[in-house]
């Protein structure tokens, strides 16, 4: 059976014929595909979903396999050398480098700690190699990259909840924003971090209400900031 863009689909399914990769009009394809010559099948179940020449497979998954190019958030687990290695939730840690950093270099290291939480960029990602993060963009610039404040909060959520947050029609964000001061880095693998700059109660907050927007319906978002916000009024 073909399946198109919007359908159901199980692994094993074949896609109905899309734009030759490598033709002039450039397709990507994303998580829970693959080919088979010409051909091209799903190996998740979920839904056939296509962002701009992006097609991939939409599903509630919670394990983490690194992509080349995607921002994740992790964990500094272990200093080894000049490579610190990361906790991104995949099957095996990252690693990132010292000199990965805007300005560093051997007089010049960056200060990176076990435990601190870092935000990065996947330089290196495949099956069979382990997987390299950067804290530049490709200009060597820091941007929103690098070791994120301790007084910021983490937390795990489902890929299909991450990818619903950085779609650029997600409005929730903006109405809290409304409210509530904060800072958000959102990681690819499932892991987002948050910091309010009022107080904890507000981080928490937020974080328990990105959490309930995966099964909540955009529509119902604004009754949802103001629950959140009349939770937080009792607890001042």
Same mark, same amino acid.
């Given at each position: 059976?073909?399946?198109?863009?919007?359908?159901?689909?199980?692994?094993?399914?074949?896609?109905?014929?899309?734009?030759?990769? /490598?033709?002039?009009?450039?397709?990507? %394809?994303?998580? /829970?595909?693959?080919?088979?010559?010409?051909?091209?099948?799903?190996?998740?179940?979920?839904?056939?979903?296509?962002?701009?020449?992006?097609?991939?497979?939409?599903?509630? =998954?919670?394990?983490?396999?690194?992509? =080349? /190019?995607?921002?994740?958030?992790?964990?500094?687990?272990?200093?080894? +050398?000049?490579?610190?290695?990361?906790?991104?939730?995949?099957?095996?840690?990252?690693? %990132?480098?010292?000199?990965?950093?805007?300005?560093?270099?051997?007089?010049?290291?960056?200060?990176? =700690?076990?435990?601190?939480?870092?935000?990065?960029?996947?330089?290196?990602? +495949?099956?069979?190699?382990?997987?390299?993060?950067?804290?530049?963009?490709?200009?060597?610039?820091?941007?929103?990259?690098?070791?994120?404040?301790?007084?910021?909060?983490?937390?795990?959520?489902?890929?299909?909840?991450?990818?619903?947050?950085?779609?650029?029609?997600?409005?929730?964000?903006?109405? %809290?924003?409304?409210?509530?001061?904060?800072?958000?880095?959102?990681?690819?693998?499932?892991?987002?971090?948050?910091?309010?700059?009022?107080?904890? =109660?507000?981080?928490?907050?937020?974080?328990?209400?990105?959490?309930?927007?995966?099964?909540?319906?955009?529509?119902?978002?604004?009754?949802?900031?103001?629950?959140?916000?009349?939770?937080?009024?009792?607890?001042?």
């Amino acid at each position: 059976m073909e399946v198109a863009v919007d359908d159901i689909v199980m692994p094993g399914d074949k896609l109905k014929p899309i734009e030759k990769v /490598g033709s002039k009009k450039k397709v990507i %394809l994303g998580p /829970g595909l693959r080919t088979d010559g010409e051909d091209v099948y799903t190996t998740k179940a979920g839904i056939l979903k296509k962002r701009l020449a992006i097609y991939y497979v939409d599903c509630h =998954q919670k394990r983490y396999i690194p992509s =080349q /190019g995607e921002n994740v958030v992790g964990v500094v687990t272990q200093k080894a +050398g000049d490579l610190f290695k990361v906790d991104i939730g995949a099957s095996e840690p990252a690693v %990132l480098s010292y000199l990965a950093f805007e300005g560093s270099s051997k007089r010049n290291r960056p200060d990176v =700690q076990v435990g601190d939480i870092v935000y990065a960029k996947l330089a290196v990602a +495949g099956k069979y190699m382990e997987s390299e993060l950067v804290c530049v963009d490709s200009f060597g610039k820091k941007g929103k990259l690098g070791v994120l404040s301790p007084e910021g909060m983490m937390f795990s959520c489902s890929l299909n909840l991450v990818r619903k947050v950085l779609k650029p029609d997600y409005p929730l964000l903006k109405l %809290l924003s409304e409210e509530l001061k904060y800072e958000v880095a959102v990681g690819m693998n499932g892991k987002i971090w948050i910091k309010s700059k009022n107080s904890v =109660q507000d981080t928490i907050a937020i974080a328990n209400a990105i959490l309930a927007s995966e099964y909540t319906m955009p529509s119902e978002y604004p009754s949802l900031r103001n629950s959140i916000m009349k939770a937080l009024t009792v607890l001042r």
